[in-house]
């Protein structure tokens, strides 16, 4: 696969749509930062208020598998079917960043929230903290970073152990999420409610 690797400017603007999906999600009335009053690397509680509050948790697998998957849906886009041409490929990070940007702040719309309490193993979830929601469009940027250096193989590998681990720990991961933000199965849910 070619490499979708970043000019000065692709990073810049990367910075530049993170800067703006934080000043959208501050408009949005979201929490700066946890409202328990300091910060964490990791909050391993997916039940409780700090979750989806701190740097790292449960779901940062999630967020670090979304790069490998942004990264290919970029070099499907810019490399494989030459939209834009060449130029366009160093541009694979700028998008998936406003990929993820975009997600940051529909996650923390009413809608979703709710829509997350009420089918998801996440039923104490209140939305992101901005701290949080910023930390989770790095942890993107890391997992296309991983992608474009590591081989196709590898980077799979990584992903389904990430899946595996936060499945069996907290009973849920992005597969699971997804699923149950879609298409909620109650033999699944049963299963994360521990039943």
Known sequence: MGTLAPNRNAILASVAISIVAVV??????????????????????????????????????????????????????????????????????????????????????????????????????????????????GWMAVGFYLAMRLPIKLTIVLAIIGEVVAGLVVRDGLTLTVIMLLFPIDAIAQWQAGG
Not at 46 to 59: E, L, P, T, V
């Open 24 to 137: 959208i999600l501050l408009a949005m009335d979201r929490p700066p930062m946890c409202e328990c009053g300091y910060v964490k690397l990791w909050h391993g509680d997916i039940n409780s208020m700090g979750n989806s509050q701190h740097i790292a948790d449960w779901y940062t697998p999630s967020h670090i598998i979304h790069g490998p998957i942004f990264y290919a849906f970029g070099w499907l886009l810019f490399h494989k079917w030459k939209i834009g041409g060449e130029t366009a490929v160093k541009w694979g990070l700028p998008f998936a960043v406003f990929l993820e940007a975009a997600w940051e702040v529909l996650e923390n719309t009413p809608f979703v929230i709710d829509r997350f309490r009420s089918v998801t193993a996440n039923w104490g979830y209140s939305g992101d903290s901005v701290l949080n929601s910023f930390a989770d469009i």
